[in-house]
């Protein structure tokens, strides 16, 4: 692997350890997961209809080949070896702030031009012509609970067709600090979120505050993927990234396109029911944070957050085989970390790590695909929570992955955005700011 690095610019960091995403807080009492293949969901609210209030059965879809996508051996070929742009000739513009700890940013793509921005407490904002408006998208903080840091309202995915249907989905945690994962549908004035359409598709009891994941994106296979942490304390005491019988520290992959709550696609590794969840596309994560999919090749890109020394980024080639297993607890990126593996047992291994010197929350986040920064096209760019860093990654046409410093932000880099243009935004957890990618 090669490594370059480039500080461009110098900060003042402010930096507030936040371990929304990073390691290890005290444990708690433990709770048994559920033993049934779907957990049951106790009443959230009053509003939930009686048929949400437990996730039903899931169906079987048949499985997608995914030989449409274009391999991401080709497409890194387009980008040379010197792509890395000159990080001076560019920056951060604020294009709103005021929020109260943002997590996430999606662009509904509706023709409204607004964004809607996920704050830590339970609202949904918009940003409209470079203004954060006062009245919320939707206000889920009586349902929402954030005790913790790393609870709270954590991700969210607009359907695929969300302009013509106004379906979306939320990841987070309820009042007992549980994982909730719900499709709400856009309200008739179609201005805002109603927050009575809630149907509760997954529900998971987290043994601890920490570690929940969080994100949710829709695949180049229609399949919504679903990033769960390995249920949080330090080291995955109960060895749950490892366990196929729990959803904690797996990639879920549901499809969610049906009349039902969601199906399982027929090629999942345990889709039959048997030997492990159904839900289950990858296990051994340890706290899949942030997570994306390049929306020109269909490669999926994994941030997660280490343990002590390293963190990491794993590339997943589109059309790749379900069943992968990242490592977790027997490692911590490549190094080991717990226990042994069992013999003959297969771990993925991830295309860049980094320590503590370099920071201690990775942040993941897109492959710029936009027109507006040419520069970028093709770059990978992911971040630190703790110190502000932003790094590019690409791969060269001799396969080898090349990572450099971008930028020195005096930010805590809670998540990054994509808008339907390919343009890139940053959001700083602390600050309660949103920023975007842009010439000088």
Known sequence: MKVRSLLVLRLSLAVTLFSLIAAACSPGPQITPPATLMPTSPPLHPSIPPEAASSPAPEETPAVEDTAVPSSTATAALVSVTAFPPAAAFDWKLIAGGLRRPTD????????????????????????????????????????????????????????????????????????GNTVVSRFQRAADGQRGDPQSEQVLLYVEQPYA???????????????????????????PQRRAQNNQTLLGKMLRIDVRGQA?????????????????????????????????DRLTGDLYIADVGQNKYEEINFVPAGSPPGLNFGWHYREATHPFADTPPAGLQLYDPVHEYGRNDGCSVTGGYVYRGNQLPEFYGVYLFGDYCNGFVWGMLRDSGGNWLVERLFQLGANISSFGEDAQGELYLLDHRAGSVYQLVRR
Not at 146 to 174: C, K, M, R
Not at 216 to 233: K, Q, V
């Open 210 to 236: 920490n570690h929940n994941g969080g994100d949710l994106e829709f695949g180049p296979d229609g399949f919504l993927y679903i990033g769960l942490g390995d249920g949080g304390s330090a080291g995955d």
């Open 105 to 176: 940013l999606a662009d509904p793509n509706d023709g409204s031009g607004r964004l809607l921005v996920l704050e830590q407490p339970g609202l949904i904002r918009v940003i409209a012509d470079g203004q954060l408006q006062e009245r919320a998208f939707l206000d889920l903080t009586d349902r929402v609970g954030a005790n913790s840091s790393e609870q709270g309202l954590l991700g969210i995915a607009l359907d695929p067709d969300y302009a013509e249907n106004g379906i979306f989905y939320l990841n987070y945690t309820d009042k007992n």
């Open 261 to 293: 709550a969601y199906a399982i696609p027929a090629d999942n590794p345990f889709a039959t029911g048997s030997n492990g969840r159904q839900e289950i596309w990858a296990n051994g994560l340890r706290n899949p944070w942030r997570y994306t999919f």
